[in-house]
């Protein structure tokens, strides 16, 4: 059973430890994914990380809205941008900013292209396009392999792969910020 179907039959059951389990796995899973969606869009760190925040607790306090069958990265995702989007119109209209090219804010962004400088440290370029064209422009992985020439199974593996590899990276890093700072 996938993690969208265990979230959804722990929220049916009222089962409250077991969605607070599985929450957490969702969250310690693609948290570090939102954030860098929303960086493609807003540019202060501060309001990248609140929003990031917002993404979690909007899934949390609307899991009756979860469809089972679907992936939950994609529900994130889209709410990622949406909330991204939404941040930008209500600055926009408080600031009067009429040249803030919604579309197109973020194509250029500085902290996407710092996690990417991060990424070159645990996994190689293929990878990174690999999430980069799944994750991030939300291409789906079977699409990518016929692109590739390449079995869908060898391309699922390659991207689970790269993402332990990310999520292993990002362990050890808080360690040793945790470690150099006691």
């Not at 600031?95 to 579309?103: H, K, M, Q, T, Y």
């Amino acid at each position: 059973m996938n993690i969208t179907r265990k979230l959804f039959f722990a929220y049916q059951t009222d089962n409250c430890k077991k969605i607070e389990q599985l929450f957490s796995i969702v969250y310690n899973e693609y948290a570090d994914l939102v954030f860098v969606l929303i960086s493609k869009y807003i540019k202060q760190y501060e309001d990248i990380e609140e929003l990031t925040d917002d993404v979690f607790i909007q899934l949390f306090n609307h899991l009756e809205n979860i469809d089972p069958d679907k992936d939950i990265k994609y529900y994130l995702m889209t709410s990622a941008k949406n909330a991204s989007i939404n941040f930008i119109k209500k600055y926009k209209n408080s600031e009067n900013l009429d040249d803030v090219d919604i579309d197109n804010l973020g194509a250029n962004d500085s902290h996407l292209s710092l996690f990417i400088d991060e990424w070159k440290l645990a996994l190689s370029q293929n990878e990174i396009d690999l999430i980069i064209m799944h994750d991030l422009n939300g291409i789906s992985l079977r699409e990518i392999a016929l692109k590739n020439k390449q079995s869908p199974n060898t391309i699922k593996s390659i991207y689970r792969r790269a993402i332990k590899k990310l999520q292993n990276f990002y362990k050890e890093k808080d360690y040793e910020k945790i470690k150099y700072n006691h």
